[in-house]
């Protein structure tokens, strides 16, 4: 029986003994402490067994010595050693002062937990791995992917637990990604993850950049997928690929075209320090963007994005809203506040209308995210004319929206257990809730950022703290607030899902080489996945707070990276922000000063 590997903290309430790790160079070691004894233990044991024979040889000594001690010697004795003990008292104390002049942060749940959610991407990057990928059990994998196609597609992330590089969800996560670390690179750096974001975000962008010919002025086809998802006849570890995988590539797709747009320009403002990276970032987006617009903008007349088996765009015009608002943000190319602050574009993505999605921050609907971009102008900027009309209509919609996840709402349903049911009642509803938790809180210090005390939802005044109450309760519902007492994502608390959809997790690494149908046995065992997959988000339970801890049920145990995202975005804007919130400034850096034009004279004849 393959050893398991798994992490185990502690309860809901992790203290920092449960922390009590040695990290070396990334890596983490867990070790027994009886394996080890000091050597202040060993010397006092040895001590012990050699006293009688000690105690003998002093006593002889002493009958053999005859001290004569003249007092003034001793005083100059004593005065000497005072003066050099205060010495060495004096620089151990300047010393501590130097080196330690503040004491380690408090690790808090949100804190473990992050970290533990950045490691699941980790474990799902696909190609020749960096050396300090820091997943024991994942190797290089389908390093000839894409062959023959453009410089190849390398590189990228798995989608799930199946294997697939799918382009859509990856550039939604990239996206979500990049915007936590524009507004709280602060938290990121305090909790020791702003490197570690940012590598991850680096890797998603470079495998973006193979996706077409980044290096053109136009561009006529992407690809939408690398692989194929065969789970009823081949479970196999990624390392373990050895057979050609499908490259699907796509001609008419404004939907990822614009959502691919949007992270790479959203990068790019992550990585303007590395000027050479980030023109490079913002030429893709660019080209990406008028690919998917057909250079039409709100009168574009093309189709729509191919059928998929599991990510079907259901509409490109509130992508075309969000590609262009991070557009606009990553170059000042008033071009794009234009276009999406029209009115026929904004009435095309439906952002003024109602439906069951309305309000659902995902991978295929993109309405709340550019609302919530969209008032980030109005607050900050303050624009005024010509786009003051259009970008308030953008805030008291995102308004309502964050106010409908509130539990004075009638909007959304809730579980027993107080989960909030955004997708009503569907599958994998957890994704949706950590999107919903990220909006509130980032509405919430939008709000103390403006020195604005709360908002007036209906009837009923809200401070502003109670956006960022109803994320808390949602994000601890996940990590093990719940009736079942489980902790949605993996390898935090001491009960979390043992049997995650997830081939890699599901095969012990030391099996290199098998074929589709030996894997299956894997799938199909009673056992607990022999692999820990730290900081994984599951599918999540259902309606009724039940959850089935079931590898083949991938409803329940399959996480994402889309999903990760979510988790990701939301627990860094949770972390305390007694010092700092929000940062203001960084993500409209390229954008210039605004020269308010003067609004047309009023007809003739009219005052």
Request: proline residues 6%; charged residues 20%; hydrophobic residues 35%.
């Amino acid at each position: 029986m393959p050893e398991r590997s798994n992490l185990w903290g502690g309860t809901f309430d992790i203290t920092l003994e449960m922390e009590d790790q040695s990290i070396e160079n990334g890596h983490r070691h867990y070790y027994d402490r009886s394996a080890y004894q000091s050597p202040l233990e060993d010397e006092v044991k040895q001590g012990w067994l050699l006293r009688p024979a000690m105690d003998m040889e002093m006593r002889r000594k002493k009958k053999k010595r005859c001290f004569n001690i003249n007092p003034t010697v001793l005083i100059r004795t004593l005065v000497a050693v005072a003066v050099l003990a205060g010495f060495v008292a004096l620089v151990a104390f300047l010393a501590t002062r130097r080196h330690h002049h503040r004491p380690p942060p408090v690790q808090d749940n949100y804190t473990i937990a992050l970290q533990r959610a950045l490691m699941f991407f980790n474990a799902q990057r696909s190609g020749k791995l960096p050396a300090n990928n820091n997943v024991s059990w994942r190797g290089d994998s389908c390093l000839d992917d894409g062959n023959g196609y453009l410089n190849g597609l390398e590189g990228g992330y798995y989608d799930g637990g199946d294997t697939v590089k799918y382009s859509f969800p990856a550039s939604f996560a990239m996206t979500m990604l990049s915007w936590s670390v524009l507004e709280y690179s602060a938290k990121y750096e305090t909790a020791g993850e702003l490197n570690h974001v940012k590598d991850i975000i680096r890797w998603g962008t470079d495998y973006l950049l193979k996706t077409f010919n980044s290096s053109a002025d136009t561009i006529n086809k992407i690809v939408l997928q690398v692989g194929k998802n065969s789970s009823e006849n081949c479970w196999i570890r990624p390392e373990s690929i050895n057979y050609p995988r499908p490259v699907i590539p796509c001609s008419t797709c404004p939907a990822l075209a614009a959502e691919m747009a949007a992270a790479l320009a959203a990068a790019s403002i992550v990585f303007k320090d590395d000027l050479k990276y980030s023109k490079k970032l913002v030429h893709g987006a660019d080209i990406l963007f008028k690919f998917a617009t057909k250079g039409e903008g709100e009168r574009y007349a093309g189709g729509s994005d191919p059928p998929s088996n599991f990510y079907n765009s259901s509409g490109f015009w509130d992508e075309f809203v969000w590609g262009g608002a991070w557009m606009y943000c990553a170059t000042g190319n008033s071009s794009y506040i234009d276009l999406v602050t029209s009115p026929g574009l904004a009435k095309h993505a439906e952002a003024f209308w109602g439906g069951p999605d309305h309000g659902v921050l995902g991978w295929d609907n993109k309405h709340a995210g550019a609302q919530l971009l969209m008032s980030r102008l109005r607050m900050f900027l303050d624009f005024g004319y010509p786009y003051e009309e259009m970008l308030k209509n953008f805030h008291e919609q995102i308004s309502e929206i964050i106010c409908s996840y509130l539990p004075g709402s009638h909007n959304f349903k809730r579980t027993n257990g107080g989960l909030i049911e955004l997708n009503h009642g569907k599958p994998k509803p957890l994704q949706y809730v950590t999107n919903a938790a990220f909006l509130a809180t980032l509405y919430a210090d939008y709000l103390e950022a403006t020195l604005t005390p709360g908002w007036q939802c209906g009837a009923k005044f809200y401070p502003k703290d109670a956006f960022r109450d109803f994320a808390k309760t949602q994000i601890d519902y996940i990590l093990g607030r719940n009736q079942r007492h489980m902790s949605y994502v993996v390898g935090f608390s001491d009960h979390f899902p043992q049997y995650v959809h997830h081939k890699g997790a599901s095969i012990p690494g030391y099996i290199k080489h098998q074929s589709c149908q030996e894997g299956l046995r894997w799938k199909e065992s009673k056992k607990p996945n022999p692999n820990t997959i730290v900081g994984a988000m599951v599918g999540g339970p259902n309606k009724h707070d039940g959850f089935q801890d079931n590898r083949s049920n991938y409803n329940f145990t399959e996480p994402t990276i889309a999903g990760n995202a979510g988790l990701v975005a939301a627990l860094v804007a949770l972390l305390d922000g007694s010092t700092t919130g929000i940062d203001k400034n960084t993500m409209f850096y390229a954008i210039p000063p605004f020269s308010m034009p003067r609004p047309p004279p009023p007809p003739v004849g009219k005052p």
